[in-house]
């Protein structure tokens, strides 16, 4: 194994001439002819292709012959590696937003703040969050999906790392902020980056991808349990209010008798600095070929295909010429060199409603693409309303009496184990005739609305924790299928601005469930969970009228 690998390397002067071979000789996955296919039967495939998907341009044929290319190359060691690093982008989101939920306690213990204005704490997470998938989401359609993909991991290890040095709450609030910075762009990167060089045989890859969502939390949800409970202030009597409050005088809650939530963070920061080095240095991600396609660089799009094949050690067909016999020849003029601030001027300038327009094209990729946008923002606040809250709503659970810190934590460790395996149903549910993306997701999200009506009527903690872990698996099981099927629905050029401004709806939705949290809790501590449960079921009816099915179809 090469160690180290220079991420700066281009792609476009690749020596990988073994990897071609005639378009008539080569190996052709799902053809059934004997003699392979020429380029009048590749042509004939195209077309009936682009009739089915209503569009028909230069970019679209060749997106389709380059679909074609990467599934005759088929699964291999490029995809397989790539599946695991673009899942730490899904498991560092959960992992971190778990990481502040799991924080609130024992920050407001040292900080002096009240149990209902700690929940502020996660507002400043999701201000990050929505400036980062609001801004990598479009970046990466100008800049690429490469630079995009390399930069969140390190800018939420970074901070990471800086905010287990938080000097007090509106310090450390200030740190989670820029961690969401970073954070907030994987989601929409990574699953458009992993999308565009998956062979359409295995598109199902893209649900069980997000089984990387509930590990982030199981990661954390452990970590917590061994830190928190051991290294915290008591949770009453002497030492339990904060030395801000007391004036410093002892015996008070103070920093050094307080470093549970510390070693938790530092932890997490430390471990998504590890993935960005894998990422960055043990992997040489080749850039998209259809943002290269659709930026003119068709040559280094098959170039890339080229590279492909070689690292699966397989062959292609695939060459610039095939490319424009069935897609046109391209007549792009190459872009005059610029000055930095020129540069910067005019990607400026592509930040507009241009990118969002063809989001429209057409009744019912219209109808979609504002039922994903309502789905996403539904389920953006009634997520957190919940999750975010999850270990107060543990802790106090109606019975009068607080329940144990140990007792919290390891019941919310034990939700985190049970949600793990509702990514790997949702991989095979997906696939399933007249059930499909849209059935599995409506199925899903139903039944986590139920259980979360259902936690509130029993005061006793084992039934909470039996109605919060069903809650947990039928809800992964939801995102699993949704995280798929956005991306799935949006065509390659715009991609990234369709996923990425539903990833930003997701997280402003997500930052009024704070402020929901704390003035509806005042009222009624069960209250968040209720508007919970009810967004939960407004996203079902939603997906109910969803007009276009994914399942068994090509992506542009």
Known sequence: MQFFLNPFKKHDNLIVADVLVPLEQAHHHGNKSEGGITIESLKAEVESDLQASGVDSAYDRKSKVINRAIQDIGMGRYQWELFVLCGFGWLADNLW???????LTPLASEFGVSSTDVRYTTLSLFTGLCIGASFWGTASDIIGRRLAFNCTLFLAGVFGLASGGGPNWIGTCALYACIGLGVGGNLPVDGALFLEFLPFASG????????FWPVGQLISSLIAWGFIPNYSCPESGDGSVS?????????????????????????LGA???VMFI??????HLYESPKFLLSRGHQAEAVAVVHGIAHKNRAKTWLTVDILEQVGGVSEVVEDEKLGTVEIVKRNLGKFSTDRIGPLFRGNRLAITTVLIWFMWTTIGMGYPLFNAFLPQYLANSGSGQPTATNIVYRNYAITSIVGVPGSIFACYTVEIKYIGRKGTMAIATAISGMFLFLFTTSTDSNIQLVFSSLEALFQNIMYGVLYAYTPEVFP??????????????????????PIVAVHAGEANPLAPIYASGGLFLAAFVAMCLLPIETRGKQSL
Request: with cysteine; aromatic share 12%; hydrophobic share 45%.
């Open 492 to 513: 390659a050029p715009n991609r990234g601005t369709g996923t990425g401004i539903a990833s930003f709806l997701n997280r402003v939705a997500g930052l009024c469930a």
């Open 243 to 267: 030395c801000n409050l007391t004036g410093g005088q002892e015996p008070c809650c103070s920093r050094d008798k307080n470093m549970g939530w510390r070693y938790l963070v530092l932890t």
């Open 271 to 273: 471990f998504t600095f």
């Open 97 to 103: 937003l778990q990481g502040v939920a799991l924080t």
């Open 204 to 211: 199902n890859l893209l649900t069980l991808l997000s089984v």
């Open 278 to 283: 894998l990422r960055f240095f043990f992997f």
